[in-house]
């Protein structure tokens, strides 16, 4: 599809009406979205009336206000502890039959490939214990590696804060 100087003034027009580009490429017909924003690009239109927007819809419910009075009052909440590790066999790295560790040459798939030790120095090293089928990790590396998720919990403070900052910029903006 070739730009006509029809369709570039087509273009422009609709483009200084507030049209998405979406909309230009339907009525236009044969371009798609991507192609009008380029030909945009390239025209150097920047100037456009506000952009349309969908009608707004009524709220369904009147919007919660708080009297000034009432200065919102934090909630306290009890705090959790971390769960303390498990109680596991030994984390320490089992020697191969010849004595040496496992490294990335001697890894079986049949063997926990817990890293130990920082990768840049020579005596990095894999845990090399015996892991399940299918497992990457020994028993005691699998309890360090896969802990149940916490329970996530709002602060209602927090959440009042935003609800309270929200009912403000509605007030003044509408």
């Not at 273009?11 to 490429?25: C, D, H, P, T």
């Not at 920047?46 to 009608?55: D, E, H, L, T």
């Not at 149940?148 to 403070?157: I, W």
């Amino acid at each position: 599809m070739a730009w006509t100087d029809e369709r570039v003034e087509e273009l422009k027009k609709l483009w200084a009406e507030g049209q998405s580009a979406s909309q230009i490429a339907k009525q236009l017909g044969g371009v798609t979205r991507n192609a009008v924003i380029g030909k945009v690009h390239r025209l150097g239109l920047s100037g456009r009336a506000a952009p349309s927007r969908p009608a707004r819809r009524p709220a369904a419910t009147p919007a919660r206000t708080r009297a000034p009075s009432q200065p919102a009052k934090p909630r306290v909440t009890a705090r959790t502890e971390p769960a303390p590790a498990p109680k596991t066999k030994s984390l320490e790295p089992a020697p191969l039959p010849n004595g040496e560790f496992a490294t990335v040459l001697t890894l079986k798939d049949s063997m926990c490939k817990w890293p130990i030790g920082d990768p840049a120095t020579g005596d990095f090293r894999f845990c090399g214990r015996r892991s399940d089928p299918g497992a990457a990790y020994c028993e005691a590396h699998a309890q360090l590696a896969y802990q149940p998720q916490q329970k996530r919990r709002r602060r209602t403070s927090d959440a009042n804060a935003a609800l309270d900052a929200i009912a403000a910029t509605r007030r003044v903006n509408f």
